[in-house]
């Protein structure tokens, strides 16, 4: 794979994330019975800097949970012989919530559908909304983010790589191509 192009840097995620924290408190008028939930790996952390931005605009802190949703893929099987199951840790019940999956690309939606799954096993929100950071278009299943940080036209030889200070050494948006 060779690097393309570089979408976003430090200082571009940080400004689409007070974005979207700006956009989620709108749309739903206010924090009341918000909560966010991270798909992990990288949803997860999302979710923890858009909850310390919403803290930030409305002076209330919201909930976060760590959803895994490596059972409820449909790809299970050809992912590994013994995948490795992460845990879920949602501490609060997700009834009646205005719950925000966040997740760092869209490509096909079949993460999504996984974790609606996943979060439907938990009870019955009142609505689940979908936020994240890239949405790369080749979609699967009938699915759409409520909130994006970036659209980007992406041919399918292309990998959106989304790195964060969490996981990686920098925060970054690159496009990598495939090379044959």
Excluded: C, W
């Amino acid at each position: 794979m060779k690097e393309k192009v570089q979408l976003m840097d430090e200082e571009k995620i940080r400004r689409t994330l007070t974005r979207i924290a700006h956009e989620i408190i709108e749309k739903n008028k206010g924090t009341d019975d918000l909560v966010l939930v991270g798909i992990r790996r990288r949803g997860v952390p999302l979710a923890e800097r858009l909850a310390d931005n919403i803290k930030e605009i409305e002076g209330k802190a919201v909930s976060i949970g760590v959803l895994d949703i490596t059972l409820y893929r449909d790809d299970l099987s050809t992912l590994a012989q013994q995948p490795v199951v992460h845990k879920t840790e949602i501490p609060f019940s997700v009834q009646g919530k205005r719950l925000v999956l966040v997740d760092d690309v869209l490509f096909t939606g079949r993460t999504v559908r996984a974790a609606l799954d996943a979060i439907i096993d938990l009870g019955r929100p009142a609505s689940i909304q979908l936020a994240v950071l890239v949405d790369r278009g080749h979609r699967e299943l009938p699915i759409r983010a409520d909130y994006v940080g970036k659209n980007v036209p992406t041919s399918r030889k292309e990998v959106v790589s989304v790195q964060l200070k969490e996981f990686d050494s920098e925060d970054g948006v690159v496009i990598h191509e495939f090379v044959d």
